[in-house]
């Protein structure tokens, strides 16, 4: 969730929610920092529907979606066109299919541009490529 920047410094955000991490620390990123791995597991016993990851980009974090019970995750940096310090997908995704390639289906978006891109991705451990600009050039 995004918050304006407050010209008064570091007021809490209208829901109450602390502001944590390094991008939160500089009023550019926010989220609900409630949320544990404990939320999965319940939206998993809420639902039979799979669950999907989004976000994921460390092998770490793959590994706590695959013991609490995501079905998927989604290796994506948002576009990275938001968070200049991201890194990009592409060099994320190796490390994470060696981590958990074989416990759940990795997807992959941001920086897929073309039928190659989608390729190389394939090649470094996804199991699909979400796309959604080229589509939308495609269509227009």
């Known amino acids: 969730m995004r918050h304006a920047l407050s010209a008064l410094g570091d007021i809490q955000p209208a829901h109450g929610f602390p502001r944590s991490g390094h991008l939160a620390s500089q ?19 809420q639902s039979p529907l799979p669950v999907v990851l ?7 974090d793959a590994i706590l979606a695959a013991e609490h019970g995501a079905d998927a995750i989604i290796v994506s940096n948002h576009g990275g066109r938001m968070l200049e310090e991201g890194i990009p997908t592409a ?6 299919a060696s981590a958990v390639g074989h416990r759940i289906e990795i997807l992959v978006d941001g920086g897929i541009r073309t039928g190659s891109d989608a390729a190389k991705a394939l090649a470094l451990g996804a199991r699909a490529v979400l796309i959604g600009r080229p589509a939308l050039w495609g269509l227009a």
């Open 54 to 60: 989004k976000a994921i980009m460390t092998a770490e």
């Open 91 to 96: 060099d994320a995704l190796p490390e994470i």
């Open 27 to 45: 009023g550019c990123w926010d989220h609900d920092a409630r949320l544990t791995w404990k939320d999965l597991a319940w939206l998993r016993v």
